[in-house]
């Protein structure tokens, strides 16, 4: 049996003297209060604050970062606890555990592996790595654990110290769980909706108009026309306003952005339900509602994030028998200079739109999204997402973006995860490897330790806080 | 009050043992006289010799490396001295200067600040660092240092060791300052033209046809036919020649070099003139003059240089406010191995014909520029260049090159810059950082520390000499 | 004279700490044999065991390596011994040895010269470096050594420890050397043939309907007909596997892979044979092949390799006058995700199917690389290849592909090499490398330098012996 006891100075650099640089402006941050301002917890985890259910249903099966790479060394989906062909896993939750156990090593050297080793011991208390040998006495610490009412939601959610969390929500949502949190006066957390429009920008996609006709419902508006869908959009983000959200985010495979004029647009829509509908005219459409959703941005102040390039559900037969986010939505070329070329020409240095730029192709952080964030006011740099939100893309993002970008104009980190028990483990990587990083500058004389420690000290507070407007 | 004094070690490894080399290394070329082979200082500006005029309009104003940061943090560009629709500034210097240091932090972390640093501090002899507090007495010492004549242009570029300075001059321009220059025996610096002939390569740009009769006048040969145009051009590259010229340069959106036959160029031509040019005739038009200055190179062995991938004037509104050149010239995706077939297959081992590829994409730095340069005698890797002229992007294209063309078929450190007081800063940040490099392949026993000295001098005088064909 | 004295150290990190614990892990994998399943050696070499020609013959001229970087500084191809227009160089070996030890410089910092260094001070004991004071002394050394029986193919090959060697073949050979070697009981090393049809996708080719001639003939099958060819390929890869070879290689311009129905595909196929082939139809016939390659492994068991984004023949009037294989193939954009999605649709989770995806183009690994075989059981992340097989280009692979795809998912090291005498110094560059990569790891707290000295291990033994199925 190992010891599981992450080491005070991990991701820290090496040289002796740069890491008590970095150990000195990492204490400066260390239990600073997270600010998780993009992710994807169910708000409702927190609403209902029922105990979570067993370890693997917490830690693994939801998570497709940990289901991936288990599935690329052969271990099936079903056998991980996800349901295939519409039926539940036989996989009991020991069972899926003791995959990952036996399966352990193939995370050296990854981020996942690092979360875990911190989730694990800071959160979860276990002081053995998994392995064949542990896994059982592991997994009973875990379930017991995990029904002590001092591991309920509410209860990790304050002693994670999360001051705000965003969660990610349809149009159609109703946000009841928001609202229930809001009117409880017994959680003094902020949680508040982030409005994603992308299941309307598709009409070529099934199910499109039974999306529009719930929209319709929820929104009071009749979408069955473009200008229709708009008001729609219009209305349910004044609703997410309300109910605290500060940002809308939108995913898709290209940044194009060309506005449509509304006969064009409105035509299209029609085609759309009519079944007609060719694949030029649904890029076109998706396109344009990219335009208007800026538009709808500088209008109403809600912070645009923007993620495009992954190409979502790659292996069709993983997509029919396991559905969507099963680890096989996958990265493509990135580009942003051009295609957004509409949008900031209309709204780049509109007083209140405000755009933040993530990526997967990390080719875009020198190349485009540093010298973009360098000249607009409302362009900030998103922080690294998804395949590179690890130790040394990170480092590589700083050193991309630096040059032309500064840090003002820098995101700050966000955890973008569904693995609610991770956030203080995925902040702390981003808050050692920011330290590093500001280290690494200080000793090479190009940044004062004065400066370093604000800035860091500004990369978990101010800078959040500005980019996404969250007061 | 902070001080402001740049560290000798800045920007050298952290590391101690590496540390030492570097200085080592950095002490061979710390004072070596500057080549400057590409740059955009104006000639007229030493021919005159008159004082600078404040420091706001020397330093910050023309200066789109500092403005565009100001403008990416909210700072209007009129605010800054831009003339605005043709109306002057109304800001003053000293209204500009204070904007400048309100938000001397933007700039921690980025190339501009340490430029700054050095610059303040080497050239000004300022001992604090910009802030409101600091502002206004900072302003009154720049100021009465510009009065001294010790500060006028010729005076500096002597202090500064400048042995040789290339210019970027149009090809209708008269050189009138770079003979005032010549003949003046007073005068013992070289300063060199550029002919840059970006101007008429996009017959579909209003004004192509007024600058095609200036052209005319200049060069004495009729331009509204195509033939006439190349022999204009002709022309005017054999008098840049001998106004000591050595190179010129390109900048277009893409690499693209298809040569179209006469007839065919000259149809375009007529076309352009007569207002019925399609956009993929001004593209196939941009594409063959690219190959035919790379065949007037191979004829008269002016040194050609290409910077492709650079979207001019992506902000329209700005444009039309503020005109060109003003932060928003914004990079998009690079290729040189496809789009230079042409010009590789007729002129690439041509024994006159000398091409140096520049890139603000740093993904060509390994896959194409580097593997172009260990092929074609004719090709070499141009330095990192305007967003990337920066100490962590000048170490990875040092990583990235030097594997497949080493350091011969490198260019050397050009420092492109309008803002003659840096030059020295831009400088000295390269040899550090070239330093820096070549420690580490000490320290890491792959090249001997006598060859790292052998090289890192090399970088600063043989090298550019040979590229630049300096003599 | 300066001495040639590899440093023990050389390539590990320079900081003294982190030096120490990459000196433990290289020493775990120093003398490990060597598996090299991917390269260029000539089978019929180790057959004949003849003495190695004269050093240039050995060093030089077959090693594009090195020619191109000597042709890149001026030196023509016939003075380095090639063959121009079918006639052969005049250039004895001395003067081709001559011509490197002149250019010995301009190889500083490359890995063409540490490999050297390595296999002149190792191999061949030289203890001086090549200059032009010392280029006849090691010339007589070098060809005195090779006269020596114990620097004969097979000696050398049992002396560098190489457990099994890979070669690259064409369909049509009858692989009479590997069998030779096979039937030979005094040789006991394992040399296998590597399946390699590229020459049979190309349609549009000239001498394809030759090729496909030939291949009729050795797999004794009508070729004329698509499916024939097919059936053709299918028997000539089950004889590869009867020979010992556990693996197929594809070079392709890119990795599009949609399928074409039979009936398209004959079609194509006989209008190739008629001379009426468009290039239309020729990418479509070469995307359909390999997708068939693919199906074919699916079927057969043998490893697909794939090596896409090498623009062949770049300059042609270098390739007419010297053939191949001389220097000019040059990498062009990569991509992976998109173009691959008809082959991972179909096999992407097949149990048989193994595809091991190479690039020149570093963007992709991290981007699509590291996700691809981070989720597909069949996919493996190749090591770096050809302009990028270098110390720097390693680091960044692993610094790029661990995030998503760990180490258990890479392919190892492969030597790719036609230089037979260079293969332990590139093995050896490579162990240092992963011992630097791994030492970091360690010193940074994220891998156990236990856990870091099993994966040194595998990473030289069971990891490409799975990946490449060596048994």
């Known amino acids: 049996m ?36 993009h992710g994807h917890v169910d708000a ?32 099936p989906l079903d056998e991980l606890g996800l349901a295939r062909d519409g039926r539940p896993s036989t996989a009991d939750g020991r069972a899926i555990w003791r995959r990952l156990c036996e399966h352990w090593d193939v995370f050296l050297g990854t981020p996942v592996r690092l979360w875990f080793e911190t989730e694990f011991s800071e959160v979860f208390g276990l002081t053995e790595q998994p392995s064949p040998a542990t896994a059982d006495a592991l997994y009973d610490q875990l379930s017991a654990t995990l029904a002590d009412p001092a591991f309920r939601p509410r209860a990790l959610f304050e002693r994670f110290r999360i001051e705000v969390l965003a969660t990610t929500d349809d149009p159609a949502d109703d946000l009841a769980a928001h609202h229930r949190l809001a009117a409880d006066a017994t959680f003094p957390g902020r949680v508040i909706p982030t409005f994603r429009a992308d299941r309307y920008m598709h009409p070529d996609e099934p199910g499109w108009a039974a999306r529009l006709e719930r929209l319709s419902a929820v929104a009071d508006v009749d979408t069955t026309t473009y200008p229709g869908l708009l008001e729609a959009l219009r209305r349910r983000r004044r609703a997410f306003a309300e109910a605290g959200g500060t940002a809308t985010d939108t995913g898709v495979i290209d940044a194009g952005s060309d506005p449509l004029h509304e006969a064009e647009a409105s035509r299209i829509h029609r085609a759309a339900l009519d079944g007609t509908l060719t694949a030029g005219e649904a890029a076109a459409y998706r396109r344009n509602l990219l335009y208007r959703l800026a538009e709808l941005s500088a209008e109403d102040g809600l912070v645009m994030q923007l993620h495009p390039g992954v190409l979502r559900n790659h292996h069709r037969p993983t997509f029919d028998a396991y559905g969507p986010d099963t680890g096989h939505d996958l990265p493509a070329v990135g580009a ?61 993002y700083r050193r991309a973006v630096t040059d ?16 609610f028990c991770s956030i203080p483990a995925r902040h702390d990587m981003s808050r050692r490897v920011d330290a590093s990083y500001l280290a690494t500058l200080v000793a090479e004389h190009r940044v004062s330790e004065e400066d370093a420690a604000v800035l860091a000290r500004r990369l978990v507070d101010d800078i959040p806080r500005t980019t996404f407007r969250l007061g």
Do not use: C, N, Q
Not at 19 to 29: G, M, P, S
Not at 57 to 71: E, N, Q
């Open 2 to 37: 190992t010891a599981l006891a992450p080491h005070p100075d991990r991701l820290f650099p090496a040289d002796p003297g740069v890491r008590d640089i970095a150990r000195r402006l990492y204490a400066e941050v260390a239990t600073a209060p997270i600010l998780s301002p």
């Open 44 to 75: 409702r985890m927190l609403a209902d604050d029922e105990p979570f259910p067993d370890p693997a249903a917490l830690l693994i099966t939801p998570d497709h970062y940990v289901t991936r790479m288990l599935h690329a060394v052969g271990v």
């Open 336 to 396: 942003f200079t051009r295609p957004l070329t509409p949008i900031l020409r209309d709204f780049g240095t509109h007083p209140t739109f405000r755009l933040v730029l993530f990526t997967v192709d990390e080719t875009t952080f020198s190349r485009e999204i540093g010298p973009l964030a360098g000249f607009y006011p409302s362009v900030y740099a998103g922080a690294p997402w998804w395949f590179i939100d690890t130790p040394d893309a990170i480092l590589r």
């Open 404 to 419: 032309s970008a500064g840090f003002t104009k820098t995101s700050g980190f966000i955890d973008d995860t569904r693995a």
